[in-house]
């Protein structure tokens, strides 16, 4: 059996004071790996932070655009890389998983400060990677996930807010996919701890995602956001930590994946997230869940997050290759029943009939 670890995490405006403190036990000397834009967010925080402390940054490295094999590669060849203890993964999603490789590849504590909430990757061993050309390469799985997690709301609350928007609707995905494909299974003692952390990934973004928006839109840190950013990074986290890759991914994903093939997507730079809410409508209908499909669907107009094929600069016409690629990957191989191209197809149409 493997040895889990499972990471804490300090959020506010001053969450980086703490930083010497937690990290002290594990080395004193820092290498930050981070996004462009992310080191610029948060560096004059970080070095506020360690002078005078006994934590020394050898350098801050931008992490070169991609999560990718090469970037890691070249990142473990800098010498004030290979001479740190431990690792600072800042930024988003990409830069903090290429940073978190580099770690782990080199069996190094690393810590990581997200500077925008959008995805869990600040809180989980699993690090994604891409082909230089932006294509997905594979998952590298890890049992390590960040030994802490610094969360500056001061600086979240300063970034785009069209990633907080996304992020609420990646997030509450994990809520309706554990608990519909985990239906009917006997669950081990993780397994079940993650479903019902997943509960937390529902409730309180119906209750204060429209306030955290608006809030991070005027670059207020109030409670609201603060709860919000929580639930993205630590709630979603958490139960991807916990459970099982069958369990933590379902419709909702499958039917991000199959809006991947068209290009219209791509070339309106629509978000991960954003699709992500779609498809978690097409779950509740394939599902059966009326009370609760009306709630998230109100919500998801409330927010704009899409409700219907054009939101998505889509039309009828891509329905059949969306599905196709949909129910083509892993993300509904276990699943309580079989869902079938017409189930899918349905609740498009209906999704269609409503608006
Ligand atoms: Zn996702």
Known sequence: MKTRFFPGYTIGPDSYKEIERICKPYGTKAAVIGGERAIKAAENKIKEATEGS???ITGFFPYGGEASVENIERLKSISEIQEADIIFAVGGGKAVDTAKVVAQ????PFFTFPTIASTCAACTSLGILYHPDGSLREYSFSDIPPVHIFIDSEIIANAPSKYLWAGIGDSMAKYFETSVSSRGDELSHSQAMGVYIGN????PFVKY????LMDC???IVSDELEEIILGIIVSTGMVSNLVSIDITSGLAHAVYNGFTV???IEEHGHLHGEIVSYGI???LIVDKQKEEFKRIYEFNKKLGLPTRLSDLHCTESHVDRIVEKALSGIDVRHYPYVITPDMVKDAIAFLESRN
Request: with cysteine.
């Open 54 to 56: 006994d934590i020394r």
């Open 105 to 108: 590849t080199t069996e190094r």
């Open 200 to 203: 937390m990934c529902s409730g």
């Open 209 to 212: 995602g429209e306030k955290a």
């Open 217 to 219: 839109e005027n670059n």
């Open 262 to 264: 068209i290009h219209q």
């Open 281 to 283: 409508l097409v779950l």
